[in-house]
T-cell receptor
Framework: EAQVTQNPRYLITVTGKKLTVTCSQNMNHEYMSWYRQDPGLGLRQIYYSMNVEVTDKGDVPEGYKVSRKEKRNFPLILESPSPNQTSLYFC??????????????FGQGTRLTVV | AQSVTQLGSHVSVSEGALVLLRCNYSSSVPPYLFWYVQYPNQGLQLLLKYTTGATLVKGINGFEAEFKKSETSFHLTKPSAHMSDAAEYFCAVRGTGTASKLTFGTGTRLQVML
């Protein structure tokens, strides 16, 4: 089954404690991205990757890092989380610029609370 | 730059009534347009998409949307609402010249009342 898998689904952490949210896709997609969803703001892109070892900032990259060492995995790293990073996070993947008319597939989301 | 505006953060309809969720886009190139649905505690699921060709697009669960270039709109409709349609709906646009980025609207929460 084609899917994007995020872990964990729920996470409560304390300010300043480094954390990683994992994302993996099994569709051989080139393009992967991270979004955060906040009430009234919709989904905003944090970082994206067009292929292995190619990553770039989205609209709200401050306080986040990513890496793309393998095509299937795209972890999101918060080096020093702060309460304003409390949000619902989604990983997504798609075929990329080769097929812009195709949809993105989303993970189930990670609800992060930073206290 | 591309953008999406969804009018109405909350829409309430009675079961059996028409559902109309509004989406207007801005794009400097011919756009690809998408509607996604998010049920509680779940990820986003594709409802339908417009790429090229027929401007009236049919999706899952009885939803459809019409691409109107002159109005830069892509409104989502369903003739008869069902309780199971209660969810949040997001309109998104992707321009052909961009690095595959999807730009989302702020979402519309649909409530269906008995």
């Amino acid at each position: 089954e084609a899917q994007v898998t995020q872990n964990p689904r729920y996470l409560i952490t304390v300010t300043g404690k480094k954390l990683t949210v994992t994302c993996s896709q099994n569709m051989n997609h080139e393009y992967m991205s991270w979004y955060r969803q906040d009430p009234g703001l919709g989904l905003r892109q944090i970082y994206y990757s067009m292929n292995v070892e190619v990553t770039d900032k989205g609209d709200v990259p401050e306080g986040y890092k990513v890496s793309r060492k393998e095509k299937r995995n795209f972890p999101l790293i918060l080096e020093s989380p702060s309460p304003n990073q409390t949000s619902l996070y989604f990983c997504a993947s798609s075929l990329g610029s080769q097929a812009p008319n195709t949809e993105a597939f989303f993970g189930q989301g990670t609800r992060l609370t930073v206290v | 730059a591309q953008s999406v505006t969804q009018l109405g953060s909350h829409v309430s309809v009675s079961e059996g009534a028409l559902v109309l969720l509004r989406c207007n886009y801005s794009s400097s190139v011919p756009p690809y347009l998408f509607w996604y649905v998010q049920y509680p505690n779940q990820g986003l699921q594709l409802l339908l998409k417009y790429t090229t060709g027929a401007t009236l697009v049919k999706g899952i669960n009885g939803f459809e949307a019409e691409f109107k270039k002159s109005e830069t709109s892509f409104h989502l409709t369903k003739p008869s609402a069902h309780m199971s349609d209660a969810a949040e709906y997001f309109c998104a646009v992707r321009g052909t010249g961009t690095a595959s980025k999807l730009t989302f609207g702020t979402g519309t929460r649909l409530q269906v009342m008995l």
